[in-house]
């Protein structure tokens, strides 16, 4: 006898065994499941077996009492019961279509601009709107309260070169800030917004600083060059209907190429040392005038006096200069008559340097000389 493994038994078997549909022979026979979707043969089901809710809907959908021969359900509904779930299912559709393109809320800082068969018709305020269903009406939410900004260069980054008036370069970085004036002329009158503002603020600003110096652009006259480039730009996009509305421009760096940079603070010190020279001559000059013409004020005074009392006026001079010249030199003096004087001579020995005695001369016969 033969010992035949388990498993080329099972595979044996399964060679010759017939194989099945899962929906069942096309034979007679009962061999195998059937097709769940078709009634048995003979057009009846089998006893204690009941309908299904799927049945049950496809048997109101095609308007018949029963389940009726045949493989199953092969088309839509039809009859009348068909045409109701037809009507209703349009009915929603087009309820659903006009709820969704007609009902429009509008936010607090927006608009929304309405389009009537592509043709501008109204601006809708904030709030609850209804207009026509698209597509015989468009709406488009437009955002009024927020401010944009425009940096230059893009980015922050790299250089943004530009000449002066003086035919200097200068490196100039800023930023625009703008908003929406006008929502219908933002969308209809102009096609790329940001493009348009970007084209205008690069064309104002060359335009102002060609006509500054550099020393101006670099200095105190970045605020003044800011205001004439945002008027510049107002007016031209004004002048292009664009709606939009320049809220101010910011100059954030203004210095020399990078490749002189170097070059232009060495220029730079050189010209601030020449200024804070220039501005000590300045002030020598007025310190001198103002002494000179203190000195002549004071000479015309005298000269006044001298001319109503000559003598008097000759001595008082005479006493006061010799005042002047004598007061800081360690002198004696000695009186004619045959009179000795106390003379301190250990205080003239510590003090080498001291004059020798002098004679003061008799200013009566000075005076009447």
């Given amino acids: ?32 499941p059937r097709n769940p979707w078709s009634v048995p043969p003979g057009g009846n089901r089998p006893r204690g077996v009941k309908p299904t809710a799927l049945d049950e809907f496809i048997r109101r959908a095609r308007g018949t009492g029963g389940g009726g021969g045949g493989s199953g359900f092969t088309g ?4 009348g019961g068909g045409r ?13 279509w006009v ?6 809320q509008i936010a607090p800082q927006q608009r929304g601009v309405v389009a009537f068969f592509g043709r501008y018709s109204e601006t809708l305020d904030p709030g609850i709107r209804l207009t026509w269903p698209a597509p015989i009406a468009t709406v488009a939410k437009v955002d009024v309260q927020a401010i944009r900004t425009e940096d230059f260069p893009e980015g922050g980054t790299g250089e943004n070169l530009m000449l002066t008036g003086d035919q200097n370069i200068i490196d100039l970085a800023y930023s625009v800030r703008w908003d ?18 970007r084209a205008v603020a690069e064309s104002a600003m060359r335009a102002v600083v060609a006509t500054v110096t550099l020393d101006e652009a670099i200095g105190s006259g970045r605020d003044r060059i800011g205001v004439r480039a945002q008027d510049l730009m107002q007016s031209i996009l004004t002048e292009y209907n664009a709606g939009i509305r320049i809220q101010g421009i910011a ?11 170097d070059e232009f603070k060495k220029v730079s010190a050189a010209q601030q040392e020449a200024e804070s020279n220039l501005n000590e001559a300045r002030t020598y000059a007025q310190q001198i005038t103002a002494r000179a013409q203190a000195e002549a004020t004071q000479f015309d005074l005298a000269y006044a006096q001298y001319k109503l009392a000559p003598v008097v006026t000759r001595r008082r001079m005479y006493y006061e200069t010799m005042e002047a010249v004598l007061a800081k030199t360690n002198k004696t003096i000695v009186e004619t008559g045959g009179v000795v004087p106390y003379l301190p001579l250990p205080g003239l020995r510590a003090k080498p340097e001291a004059a020798a005695p002098v004679a003061l001369p008799n200013p009566a016969t000075e005076v009447s000389q």
């Fill in 1 to 32: 006898m033969i010992n035949t493994p388990a498993w080329l038994q099972r595979f044996s078997t399964l060679m010759t065994e017939k194989p099945k549909s899962p929906w069942g022979n096309s034979g007679d026979d009962n061999e195998g």
């Fill in 84 to 96: 109701a779930i037809w009507l209703i299912g349009s009915a929603l559709i087009v309820a659903l």
């Fill in 99 to 104: 709820i969704f393109t007609s009902v429009h």
């Fill in 251 to 261: 100059i954030k760096q203004a210095d020399p190429p990078s490749k002189v940079i």
């Fill in 76 to 79: 839509f509904p039809t009859g």
């Fill in 180 to 197: 929406i004036a006008n929502p219908q002329d933002y969308i209809y009158q102009i096609r790329n917004p940001k493009e348009t503002v």
